[in-house]
Nanobody, 113 residues
């Protein structure tokens, strides 16, 4: 059964950094595009960043220059390095596997001002 386990969230002050990780199991990880999405309270889930199987990157305008997505195919892991965090980055962050959807419970990020 496909499983995505997100971790690394927490409480951080504005301007700080966090690194999120998502470990995937029961998928052909190296051949699948992976992404991060987030959902703030009272808002719809939105795209944050993605990385294809060959390493092409895409970012939401709101995080460009601050967040970096990467993957480690040997460890079936996709990461999101979040720098210069802002209060508006507060959300539950979810990992996504292309074509397989959201299979994890997310990890909470809270950025205090």
């Amino acid at each position: 059964q496909v499983k995505l386990v997100e971790s690394g969230g927490g409480l951080v002050q504005a301007g700080g950094s966090l690194r999120l990780s998502c470990e995937a199991s029961e998928i052909r990880f190296s051949s699948i595009a992976m992404g991060w999405y987030r959902q703030a309270p009272g808002k719809q889930r939105e795209f944050v960043a993605s990385i294809t199987s060959i390493g092409s990157l895409n970012y939401a305008d709101s995080v460009k220059g601050r967040f970096i997505i990467s993957r480690d195919n040997a460890k079936n892991t996709v990461s999101l390095q979040m720098n210069s965090l802002k209060p508006e980055d507060t959300a539950v962050y979810y990992c996504n596997a292309a074509g397989l959807g959201f299979r994890g419970q997310g990890t909470q990020v809270i950025v205090s001002s």
